[in-house]
């Protein structure tokens, strides 16, 4: 089984940054995108952030220009660079690989756990 860990959550204020970083539990060898979703209270999860395994990104309308996907293949972690932050960017962030290889074989539709962003003053 592989897992993906999130961390780097919390309180921040509005215009403040954080950086979210999802950690594989076994080596990835191969993906085809990686993605960051979040849920806020009330809503469904939407889609934040996504890259491809040639480093190709997107992002949504309401995060370009303020959000910044990247990843560390040697570490198999993804991060989310969160800056000017804004009050209904609040939600659970999740991270997710659709397609991956490891040394424990193929793997599909992982999700992590999630990690809160509050943001508040």
């Known amino acids: 089984q592989v897992q993906l860990v999130e961390s780097g959550g919390g309180l921040m204020q509005p215009g403040g940054s954080l950086r979210l970083s999802c950690a594989a539990s076994?080596?990835?060898?191969?993906?085809?995108?990686m993605d960051w979703y979040r849920q806020a209270p009330g809503k469904e999860r939407e889609l934040v952030a996504s890259?491809?395994?040639?480093?190709?990104?997107n992002y949504a309308d309401s995060v370009k220009g303020r959000f910044t996907s990247s990843r560390d293949n040697a570490k198999s972690t993804l991060y989310l660079q969160m800056n000017s932050l804004k009050p209904e960017d609040t939600a659970v962030y999740y991270c997710?690989?659709?397609?991956?290889?490891?040394?424990?074989?193929?793997?599909?539709?992982?999700w992590g756990q999630g990690t809160l962003v509050t943001v508040s003053s």
């Open positions: 890259i491809t395994s040639d480093g190709n990104t």
């Open positions: 997710y690989a659709d397609r991956i290889a490891t040394p424990k074989g193929p793997f599909i539709n992982v």
């Open positions: 076994v080596r990835i060898w191969t993906f085809n995108h």
